[in-house]
């Protein structure tokens, strides 16, 4: 059984960073795409950013682009985003997720198999 756990999440000031991270665990996920989403209250869940475990092909929302970045570790069994530059517009829970059975990253949520329970991020200006 796939377990996502997130973490790293927290308030920061705007123009801050933080890292969340994501252990994974319960498979072989070499043939996965990782994903980070959000959702603040009242909106529906975002795609963020996405990895492809095998090559590390990244992709992102470009409301993100230049000041996130997401990574895994393959060792490790982790995947991480980097979040700089923070912007109150930012805050949300933040959730990782896998999708085993897609060739190419998806930014739908519904094409992702597993989630993780989600970490708040608050960014105060």
């Known amino acids: 059984q796939v377990q996502l756990v997130e973490s790293g999440g927290g308030l920061v000031q705007a123009g801050g960073s933080l890292r969340l991270s994501c252990a994974a665990s319960g498979r072989t996920f070499s043939s996965y795409i990782m994903g980070w989403f959000r959702q603040a209250p009242g909106k529906e869940r975002e795609f963020v950013a996405a990895?492809?475990?095998?090559?590390?092909?990244?992709y992102y929302a470009d409301s993100v682009k230049g000041r996130f970045t997401i990574s895994r570790d393959n060792a490790k069994n982790m995947v991480y985003l980097q979040m700089n530059s923070l912007k109150p517009e930012d805050t949300a829970v933040y959730y990782c997720a896998a999708d085993r059975r897609s060739s190419y990253y998806s930014d739908i949520p519904h094409d992702y198999d597993y989630w993780g329970q989600g970490t708040q991020v608050t960014v105060s200006s």
């Open positions: 990895v492809t475990w095998s090559f590390g092909a990244t």
